[in-house]
């Protein structure tokens, strides 16, 4: 058994883990280690080669790649640790990590644990799509991994259920391959994913999106022959007389991602049963001091871009650490309002939060309160699920101080 004593150990090696951990050794920890189960760094975006990475953060174009080795060159060039092919298998309270791998087991003791272990895609069985089970049926991801990482084609007559932006940008790309893309399937009367990625992916290719519409059944014995789709009500329910066959050999799936918690759940973090991800404060700390939580394991992020500067502020604050006031104030989701970031607040300043809609509007005004009074007011001309909202806002001390819940609000 190895042990050793680090200042920052970062679970995961895609872009939230890379970008905290640099942020951490840049804000003054001594020793940085990432542990990834994955043989290679970076999680997902190796095999994201489409571009409109890194716009927002450095104001160049790149694709996932090229992105995401702008940050494995940071890490390097900062002398962080990698463990690969390493799985953690427990967290335990005191800040000791798990590990296994093919040398044997590590015992990592960390004065901060940052989890930054990603999401992974809904399957079928998520759903519960009934029918047959054929060969053909592929989540977004696993496909593009096909295509863009080992050049193997899913199909060629397909069908895509769920709006989700993978699903919308592998609708692009196996058009652009020469296939057949039949239609996007959403069972929303709204795209899930963002609004450019359905002009830039489905209209500007001509590729039909069903909204109400959902897959009934899947037909086939070996290999997938057709798939019955149906419009749906408001009430989730079938339209009678909608429902019919459509002839093809591949199903992709894009309905929604599952933050990773296995581990944070085991290691007694509490879970928010909206987001998927670990309760936080501002500072990102869980229930347990000492470990953070960011990325798509906190809540899945409209960009990377975002992701990364959150990311950032995490490994700082796992870094640094802050002054905490006794006092706590929870913060609560409204009218219209799905889920808010962070979920409690127990120091004074600016904080940065992000929030997600339960449908979209438009011409509506975002309105916070601390208890009663009203301490923050916004005209938004438009909100959409899709669109993550992010805003700052200073928590002064009287607040702190009176206050026990801010409440987030969307009037019409």
């Given at each position: ?7 920052v150990?970062?679970?995961g ?6 970008a ?65 092919e390493?799985?953690v ?16 087991i ?38 593009q ?34 296939l ?54 408001n ?12 002839k ?11 933050p ?5 759940k ?141 409440v ?5």
């Amino acid at each position: 058994m190895t042990n050793e004593n680090v200042d920052v150990a970062v679970i995961g090696s895609g872009p939230a883990g890379l970008a905290a951990a640099v942020s951490a050794k840049e804000n003054g920890a001594n020793y940085v280690v990432i542990i990834d189960r994955n043989s290679w760094k970076g999680g997902i975006l190796p095999q994201c080669i489409h571009d409109g990475f890194g716009l927002e953060e450095t104001g160049n174009s790149m694709t996932g790649p090229e992105y995401i080795q702008m940050y494995i060159d940071d890490a390097k060039k900062h002398n962080i640790d990698f463990l690969t092919e390493t799985m953690v298998i427990n967290i335990d309270k005191n800040k000791t990590i798990t590990a296994v791998n093919k040398n044997g087991i590590y015992k990592i003791n960390a004065e901060s644990i940052i989890l930054s272990m990603g999401c992974r895609e809904k399957t079928r069985w998520n759903i519960m799509v009934p029918g047959d089970r054929p060969s053909g049926i592929y989540t977004a991801g696993v496909a593009q991994a096909f295509i863009n990482l080992y050049n193997i084609i899913p199909g060629k007559n397909i069908v895509i259920l769920g709006s989700g932006d993978v699903g919308l940008i592998m609708a692009r790309r196996l058009k652009l391959e020469g296939l057949n893309v039949l239609g996007v399937l959403e069972i929303l009367p709204h795209a899930s994913g963002l609004p450019r990625n359905v002009v830039q992916c489905l209209d500007d290719y001509e590729i039909p999106l069903y909204l109400n519409h959902t897959v009934t059944h899947i037909d086939g014995r070996e290999r997938l022959e057709s798939v019955t789709i149906a419009q749906i009500d408001n009430k989730k329910n079938i339209v009678k007389g909608s429902e019919k066959k459509i002839k093809c050999d591949t199903l992709l799936l894009s309905f929604g991602l599952i933050p990773e918690n296995e581990l944070s759940k085991d290691a007694g973090i509490k879970i928010d049963n909206i987001t998927g991800g670990p309760v936080v404060d501002q500072t990102y700390e869980t229930n347990i001091p000492g470990i953070y939580a960011c990325g798509n394991c906190l809540q899945v992020y409209d960009t990377v871009d975002v992701l990364s500067k959150s990311a950032k502020l995490v490994g700082k604050n796992a870094v640094v650490k802050l002054i905490k006031n006794k006092k706590s104030i929870f913060v609560k989701p409204g009218k219209n309002i799905r889920y808010v970031i962070p979920q409690i607040i127990n120091k004074k300043g600016l904080i940065n939060f992000t929030m997600r809609v339960n449908k979209p509007a438009q011409n509506v005004t975002l309105k916070i309160k601390a208890d009663e009074k009203e301490i923050y007011k916004k005209k938004q001309r438009w909100v959409n699920p899709a669109n993550m909202i992010e805003l700052t806002l200073e928590i002064t001390h009287e607040i702190l101080k009176k206050g026990k819940t801010l409440v987030v609000n969307l009037h019409e």
